[in-house]
């Protein structure tokens, strides 16, 4: 899963919302190959309703360090915003599921579906 336009520079006033659903009580796990974000936000949930009750992490910053989590749900999801004031070359995030590891690389806006997962994809300039 990469950010709009990843390696080149994303956008800026964007917001992004990625839904994965995992079918079988299978939970996400989600690793942070890249992230260089500048000073915009990339949030992460569970669920599929965005919302700050849901949230799980917020990243913001240059070259944050690789990090890896589990959301213990079959429904997860992730946010970016982005505002006016420059833009960075965004992330890499490597989703897989913490039963089978089987991995995605989503890359370009896409509906996903077999019978154990569920990706959507929407951004908009606001």
């Known amino acids: 899963m990469t950010s709009p336009l990843y390696p080149s520079l994303y ?3 964007l917001n ?3 839904l994965i659903h995992r ?3 299978l939970h996400t796990f ?3 190959v ?3 974000i500048g ?3 990339l949030r992460i949930g569970f669920g ?3 919302n700050t009750e849901s949230l799980v992490m917020e990243m913001t910053g240059e070259d944050v360090r690789p990090v890896s989590i589990t959301i213990n749900s079959t429904d997860s999801w992730l946010q970016f915003e982005t505002d006016s004031n420059g833009q960075a070359n965004g ?3 490597n989703v897989s599921s913490t039963d089978d590891y089987s991995s995605y690389n989503i890359t370009i806006p896409l509906l996903f579906t077999t019978t154990l997962h569920f990706f959507y994809y929407v951004c908009q300039n606001y």
Do not use: A, K
């Open 11 to 13: 956008p800026n006033n």
């Open 23 to 25: 079918s079988g009580g």
């Open 39 to 41: 000073n915009d936000v």
């Open 30 to 32: 989600l690793e942070f």
């Open 48 to 50: 599929l309703d965005v």
């Open 16 to 18: 992004c919302i990625w």
């Open 91 to 93: 992330f890499l995030i």
């Open 34 to 36: 890249l992230v260089s």
